[in-house]
């Protein structure tokens, strides 16, 4: 399967705790996005980068956030010192912009729980 | 402000009772306007692409539509199968470049046998 993929699937902290997740895109794809998703909502908007450049950051995104996409290959999203209002679905998307037709492609997403 | 809202919130149908489903967005630059079709605990899949007014898509049991305001999201002759939650976007981003989508609440879709 040659589509988008997140890792963990599944993430339970305690509160204060740090937590980190992995994107791996589609490879020939060239931006990759992050969002957040809560229950009865659609997917906000965080992040993204094209190649390792991040290239926007939305408000939502606030100082215990951090992105990095080194080498322009996978991506990892950090939040430090998780409150329980982080507690959501963070999904990873990816697209081929430029040659492609710029749809975006999501991941199955990392179901975070913040205790 | 760049916004999506899509009706109903929620849709019952009986198998074979086609419908449609609705998103009117406002934004300052359409930079496409995008259909995706979400199951539980999974992320969204991809469904179409419109760019102008009057473009129509057609896939299986879906065709979706555009105007200068709204996108439809026709269902012809549902099956259980198609019971999702189907969302809608609009490319936002600043500059011309397509960059985040702004998405809608999304319409969760019952198909009954």
């Known amino acids: 399967d040659t589509g988008v993929s997140q890792n963990p699937r599944h993430k339970i902290t305690k509160r204060g705790q740090n937590v980190t997740f992995r994107c791996d895109p589609i490879?020939?794809?060239?931006?990759l996005y992050w969002y957040r998703q809560t229950l009865g909502q659609g997917p906000e908007f965080l992040t993204y980068f094209q190649n390792e450049a991040q290239l926007e950051k939305s408000r939502l995104l606030s100082d215990r956030f951090s992105a990095e996409r080194p080498k322009g290959s996978f991506s990892t999203l950090e939040i430090q010192r998780t409150e329980q209002g982080d507690s959501a679905m963070y999904l990873c998307?990816?697209?081929?912009?430029?040659?492609?037709?710029?749809?975006?492609?999501f991941g199955p997403g990392t179901r975070l729980t913040v205790l | 402000e760049d916004q999506v809202t899509q009706s109903p919130e929620a849709l019952r149908l009986q198998e074979g009772e086609s419908s449609s489903l609705n998103c009117s967005y406002t934004?300052?630059?359409?930079?496409?306007l995008f259909w995706y079709r979400q199951d539980p605990g999974k992320g969204p899949e991809f469904l179409f692409t419109?760019?102008?007014a009057g473009e129509e898509k057609e896939k299986e049991r879906l065709k979706a539509t555009l105007t200068k305001k709204e996108s439809f999201l026709h269902i012809t002759a549902p099956k259980p199968e198609d019971s999702a939650t189907y969302l809608c976007a609009v490319g936002g981003g600043y500059g011309g470049s397509q960059g985040n989508l702004i998405f809608g609440k999304g319409t969760k879709l019952s198909v009954k046998p």
């Open positions: 934004v300052s630059g359409l930079r496409g």
């Open positions: 419109l760019y102008s």
């Open positions: 490879s020939e794809h060239n931006r």
């Open positions: 998307a990816s697209s081929l912009v430029g040659t492609g037709t710029g749809e975006q492609f």
